[in-house]
């Protein structure tokens, strides 16, 4: 028999959590279903993953860090932990090792099919995570079966890839990362690169977070963006590894990694890349431009000592278009992540073309009761970061809260952070 549950909450990752304290906050019974662990996806980065952003980012709504480092950069375990510690003073209803393999509508809300027995609820919210399907490009396809080949979800370190060669293809955060890993071990590296904001870590003696959070650059509204697409833009390159510092294309180029341009086919023996390196680096130091002139505006709004920020020195467009594949001994796909919702809800027309939810401030336009926390500019550039993913989980409980209480004829509790 389906076991009924009044709300659902799908994933125990910052998301997840954030929602499953508003709504514990406002009375709402509910579970959080993890097929894993807490914080899995963070449990599967690299073994010197860290933050890119300082430790006094991390702001979930009642666990704001408190620690004696707050400029510092959460390690992955240090991260899980964080989570784990979270979970527990919240005390989350968590169920763990529960896998949704489906959800579609029914009379009475929503049907989840789950390796633990059917479940009927009257709301669900899916905190799955803003990062779900690893993006290839499709002459990925066309790359020998000999060549070892894995996604940067995969990744561990440098002495689990064969002896050799690395081909990186994708120079978003991790790619970049892992390329200065890599080139740090000693590692001959390629890097195909694709267009990526960047900025120096340090902005006048502050982490480029600081402007980022001031300058409203983090507030940016989704409807604000020149094209639902830049959804799918890469982050500010940027690491927090060994304390924070500069990383780039620049920078990588210096340590010895030699940059390629966009990766558009294969054979058996060789790859092949767009001669476009030039335009790919161009198009970053537009990026840094713009952010410069939020920076100059908060600098005279403020009155505040205006920073160095020069224009990016020259960059040469040399960069190999043919790889002989033959001294290559892995090839890695740091290439993003796209919305997987499609393959597992069974909703007709909730999602736009790119696979996000179609929503207003988080509640599904398709179908009443379903929500979503946790993704990628759901609402602003900093929904789906430690950041600020507790404002849409606030205005999500809030929501179901409110609906919950019309339904029983009485007024419903304010479940927004801080009050």
């Given at each position: 028999m389906a076991e009924h549950i009044d709300v659902v909450v799908i994933g125990a990752g910052q998301a997840g959590l954030a929602t499953s304290r508003e709504l514990t906050r406002a009375g709402v019974e509910h579970v959080v279903l993890e097929r894993d662990r807490i914080g899995e996806t963070w449990r599967r980065r690299w073994d010197s993953f860290c933050l890119v952003t300082p430790n006094w980012?991390?702001?979930l709504p009642g666990g704001a860090y408190d620690g004696d480092d707050p400029d510092g950069f959460m390690l992955r375990d240090e991260i899980v932990a964080y989570l784990e510690r979270y979970a527990a003073a919240s005390r989350a209803p968590l169920r763990t090792g529960v896998e949704v393999s489906s959800l579609s509508p029914s009379p009475d809300g929503f049907t989840l099919e789950t390796t633990a027995g059917e479940i009927r609820a009257r709301a669900v919210v899916a905190a799955t995570g803003a990062y779900q399907r690893p993006h290839r490009p499709a002459a990925a396809a066309r790359l020998p079966a000999s060549v070892p080949q894995l996604d940067a979800d995969d990744y561990r370190n440098p002495r689990e890839l064969p002896p050799g060669r690395v081909l990186v293809i994708g120079s978003g955060q991790t790619g970049c990362q892992i390329a200065e890993e890599l080139i740090e071990a000693g590692?001959?590296?390629?890097l195909s690169c694709g267009r990526a904001p960047w900025l120096p870590r340090r902005i006048g003696g502050r982490d480029f977070a600081w402007w980022w959070a001031e300058t409203g650059f983090a507030e940016m509204p989704v409807d604000a963006l020149p094209a639902?697409?830049?959804?799918?833009?890469?982050n500010l390159l940027a690491t927090g590894r060994n304390g924070g510092h500069d990383l780039h294309l620049r920078t990588l180029r210096a340590a010895g990694v030699t940059l390629l341009g966009h990766f558009v086919d294969a054979d058996e023996t060789a790859a092949r890349f767009a001669p476009d390196l030039a335009e790919t680096v161009a198009w970053g130091d537009d990026?840094?431009?713009?952010?410069?002139?939020?920076?100059?505006?908060?600098?005279?709004?403020?009155?505040?000592p205006p920073p160095e920020m020069p224009d990016p020195e020259p960059f040469g467009d040399e960069a190999p278009e043919n790889v002989d594949l033959g001294g290559v001994a892995a090839v890695v796909?740091?290439?993003?992540?796209?919305?997987?919702?499609?393959?597992?809800?069974?909703?007709?027309?909730?999602?736009?073309?790119?696979?996000?939810?179609?929503?207003?401030?988080g509640a599904s336009l398709a179908a009443p009761g379903l929500y979503f926390v946790g993704v990628h500019f759901l609402r602003k550039r900093k929904s789906s970061l430690l950041y600020g993913v507790g404002e849409d989980a606030a205005l999500v409980a809030e929501a179901i809260a409110s609906g919950r209480a019309r339904s029983a004829g009485r007024p419903a509790a304010d479940t927004r952070a801080g009050r």
């Open positions: 980012s991390v702001q590692r001959d590296v390629l639902p697409t830049v959804r799918l833009n890469a990026r840094y431009r713009d952010f410069r002139k939020l920076v100059m505006k908060l600098v005279e709004e403020r009155n505040l796909f740091a290439g993003g992540f796209r919305p997987d919702y499609r393959s597992w809800m069974e909703v007709p027309n909730a999602f736009d073309e790119l696979g996000f939810p179609l929503h207003a401030d």
